[in-house]
């Protein structure tokens, strides 16, 4: 059974860093693309970031692109996201996602997220 | 990159059937049979519904059905039940190598 486990949410001042972790189980991590994507708080779903299986090829929604970097370690089996020069409009709960079984670009299954509020 | 509009609220009563429009552009819905639907209940993972535009992933519904036409894509649901009210978003890939989620739209069981 396919589970991701984010962690590493919290409060944080405009300005500063966080670093998110999702750790998957059911399924061998090195041999799948990851996804972050966020919602703000009532809106609706934003994608984040992608990485491929080689954990070089990686990309970025324009909004987060230079402040966020998305990474993996297949070795601990866990997914990172890299927060840096937070924003108010960061805030959101963030989610780890798979990347489909049969490469058609969804994303099949999620996390349950973590919270990420940036406020002084 | 913009996101695919989707109609805020669609609602329907147990047993009727309902269609969730989801409009996008060349860049993305009309070129690429990428399109991809979750159901999403306040505080839970979003759930894949359909994926490639029609397929369905094992184990969900039969009741939930997917199609697409030129830069518009669907999400039917059929024999509508209490279970499903939730919102509902649609997925595409992008040529910039990008995803692209829906407005969102929020399904009302009456």
């Known amino acids: 059974q396919v589970q991701l486990v984010e962690s590493g949410g919290g409060v944080v001042q405009p300005g500063g860093s966080l670093r998110l972790s999702c750790v998957p189980s059911?399924?061998?991590?090195?041999?799948?693309?990851m996804h972050w994507v966020r919602q703000a708080p009532g809106k609706g779903l934003e994608w984040v970031a992608v990485i491929w299986s080689d954990g070089y090829n990686r990309n970025y929604a324009d909004s987060v692109k230079g402040r966020f970097t998305i990474s993996r370690d297949n070795s601990k089996n866990t997914l990172y996201l890299e927060m840096n020069r937070l924003r108010a409009e960061d805030t959101a709960v963030y989610y780890c996602?798979?990347?489909?079984?049969?490469?058609?670009?969804?994303?099949?299954?999620w996390g349950q997220g973590t919270l990420v509020i940036v406020s002084s | 990159q913009s996101a695919l509009t989707q109609p805020a609220s669609v609602s329907g009563s147990p047993g009727q059937s309902i269609t969730i429009s989801c409009t996008g552009s060349?860049?993305?819905?009309?070129?690429?049979?990428?399109v991809s639907w979750y159901q999403h209940h306040p505080g839970k993972a979003p759930k894949l519904l359909i994926y490639?535009?029609?397929r369905r992933p094992s184990g969900v519904s039969f009741r939930f059905s997917g199609s697409k036409s030129g830069n518009t894509a669907s999400l039917t649901i059929s024999g509508l039940q209490a279970e499903d009210e939730a919102h509902y978003y649609c997925?595409?890939?992008?040529?910039?190598?990008?995803?692209?989620f829906g407005t969102g739209t929020e399904v009302t069981v009456l």
């Open positions: 490639a535009v029609t």
């Open positions: 996602a798979k990347v489909g079984e049969e490469g058609y670009n969804d994303f099949d299954y």
């Open positions: 059911g399924f061998t991590f090195s041999r799948y693309g």
């Open positions: 997925s595409s890939y992008t040529s910039s190598s990008t995803y692209v």
């Open positions: 060349s860049s993305d819905v009309a070129n690429y049979n990428y």
